[in-house]
């Protein structure tokens, strides 16, 4: 949520309608910094994970995609993290570092 003392006058404001849903956006990150996948193929893969929901699948109704609002969720994450660097949302418990492998936490 984007508080509303940021925005006077504004009702508050809900940071998911705003810049795509965060399920869409983890997913991206995740592919993009852990597996080093192209957007096409991240695309692609999101699109079978996010399918329409149907009585056999794990997916919840309010969270299936089409393919057009994937990619459009996708183009605000790649323009947000690679172009402005304006990507924030953090992760990262509040404690050391345990495991291997790449990490985007300042703690190395």
Excluded: W
């Excluded at 056999?56 to 309010?62: A, K, R």
């Excluded at 299936?64 to 402005?84: D, N, P, S, W, Y």
């Amino acid at each position: 949520e984007i508080s509303p003392e940021l925005i006077p006058g504004a009702e508050i404001q809900s940071t998911e309608a705003t810049l795509g849903p965060y399920d869409l956006h983890d997913f991206q990150l995740y592919q993009t910094t852990r597996r080093g996948f192209a957007p096409a193929k991240s695309a692609f893969l999101a699109m079978h994970a996010f399918r329409e929901a149907t009585p056999s699948s794990n997916v919840l109704e309010d969270r299936a995609f089409g393919l057009v609002e994937i990619l459009k969720h996708q183009r605000t994450f790649l323009r947000r993290f690679f172009l402005t660097s304006q990507f924030k949302r953090t992760c990262v418990p509040n404690a050391p570092k345990v495991g291997d492998g790449g990490s985007l936490s300042p703690r190395g």
